[in-house]
């Protein structure tokens, strides 16, 4: 057995958590946020046999893109008193779903 999480962002969410339920594929939703560019994000988690991992896979990477975004550029921790500083703007490629695929060594239900 396998576990898959999938880190996706929140505008793609509903997409994916209905064609993983139109495959007869249950899942559960988290939501997080990012720390690096503070975005809120939602977090899927499947359990699922082997022989289902790529079908899994390809249903979440079929309703995910990858997107650039125009993120500010973080402040500097240290800074002179007085110093002005005039944030520039700085693109970035966000990906359209992180997956992780664990194995399952043992199940407990209580």
């Not at 495959?23 to 359990?47: D, H, P, Q, R, Y």
């Not at 500010?72 to 992780?100: C, H, R, Y």
């Amino acid at each position: 057995m396998k576990l898959i999480t999938a880190i996706i962002g929140k505008d793609e969410e509903k997409k994916v958590l209905d064609e993983l339920s139109k495959n007869n594929i249950s899942a559960t939703k988290m939501e997080a946020e990012g720390t690096f560019l503070k975005k809120k994000n939602n977090v899927i988690i499947i359990a699922t046999e082997d022989n289902k991992v790529d079908e899994t896979i390809k249903i979440i990477k079929g309703c995910c893109s990858s997107k650039e975004e125009i993120v500010p550029t973080p402040t500097p921790p240290t800074m002179d008193p007085g110093e002005l500083l005039v944030p520039e703007n700085q693109t970035i490629k966000t990906s359209g779903a992180i997956i992780f695929v664990l194995d399952i060594i043992k199940t407990i239900k209580t």
